[in-house]
């Protein structure tokens, strides 16, 4: 294998990866420019997705409908927890949403080990996602579910591109984003933009977790703790808040990660995530609005 094919392997692995750190950022950073809260419990909203999708295959479903039920099991997921757990203490300071957040984790977390146990899942994909692509030789090698991934989510990124941009629930989003307050004195319904931003995020969410499951094989019920971790800090990297800074921050924490593992002695491989993390006190210290945002400010 050449220089330039190891390079463009590592290309692939990167592009691949950061899609899925994309997309759980997108969803965090959703719900943060609506409702100024970070939302832990968005990796196990992950899980739900994942688990849901396991099942019904399980029961003979095929892979792309499990898929999208496993997605609307994740929107769902998202509608009840905003209802019941963030909406009651929607006003309350910031501790008290950040230790509700950390509940619902929790909650969620134990509830699925009493379901299907802590012990990992094997994940089923159809024979034609495990098989792969062999360019030049064999030396560059992917395979359809990384090529299933980044097209799902370039087209599910475009799709909300438009969405809040061309619809007036879209532009509602923006606007409460923007000031909540001033969005409610011109007569929006605050209640339903953020019913709507937490079933889009958890949807995305759900997507993240199937795409994840199926490219790590195996589904459990603490599986949304590290991407969760991951995208916080691609979140971070980018601008908390901005849907264009997950995108960004998503695909450099990716690249970031690939070029470790590929590039840098393996004695330095274990610490990757410790890296990662001094990253993310780097752009805490020295930029906190992340690369997107020119000052503190956080805006959807």
Not at 90 to 117: H, K, Q
Not at 185 to 202: C, E, P, Q, R, T
């Amino acid at each position: 294998m050449s220089q330039l094919e190891y390079i463009l392997q590592q290309v692939i692995n990167a592009v691949s990866l950061g899609s899925l750190y994309a997309l759980v950022a997108v969803g965090l950073s959703i719900v943060f420019g609506v409702l100024k809260l970070t939302n832990f419990a968005h990796g196990d909203v992950m899980m739900v997705g994942a688990f849901t999708t396991v099942l019904l295959i399980g029961l003979g479903m095929p892979f792309v409908p499990a898929m999208i039920c496993g997605i609307a099991a994740s929107a769902i997921a998202g509608f009840l927890i905003e209802r019941i757990a963030y909406r009651p203490i929607r006003n309350a300071p910031d501790v008290t949403r950040l230790l509700t957040s950390l509940a619902v984790t929790y909650i969620l977390e134990n509830l699925g080990i009493l379901l299907f146990t802590s012990s990992p899942r094997n994940f089923p994909l159809p024979d034609i996602l495990n098989s792969s692509w062999q360019l030049s030789g064999g030396a560059i090698t992917f395979t359809n579910i990384n090529v299933l991934t980044v097209l799902l989510t370039f087209v599910s990124l475009i799709g909300l591109g438009w969405f809040i941009t061309k619809t007036t629930i879209g532009l509602g989003m923006r606007a409460a984003a923007e000031d909540m307050q001033a969005a409610q004195l011109v007569g929006l319904n605050v209640n339903k933009v953020i019913v709507v931003a937490f079933i889009v995020a958890s949807a995305y969410a759900g997507l993240a977790g199937v795409l994840w499951a199926a490219q790590a094989g195996v589904v459990q019920p603490q599986m949304g703790f590290t991407p969760l971790l991951k995208a916080f800090v691609a979140a971070i990297i980018g601008g908390f808040g901005s849907i264009s800074g997950a995108l960004l921050g998503g695909y450099m924490l990716g690249a970031l990660e690939i070029f470790i593992i590929a590039f840098l002695p393996d004695t330095v491989v274990p610490y990757r995530d410790a890296i990662v993390f001094a990253l993310l006190i780097a752009f805490l210290l020295f930029r906190p609005g992340g690369l997107l945002q020119p000052n503190r400010e956080i805006k959807l």
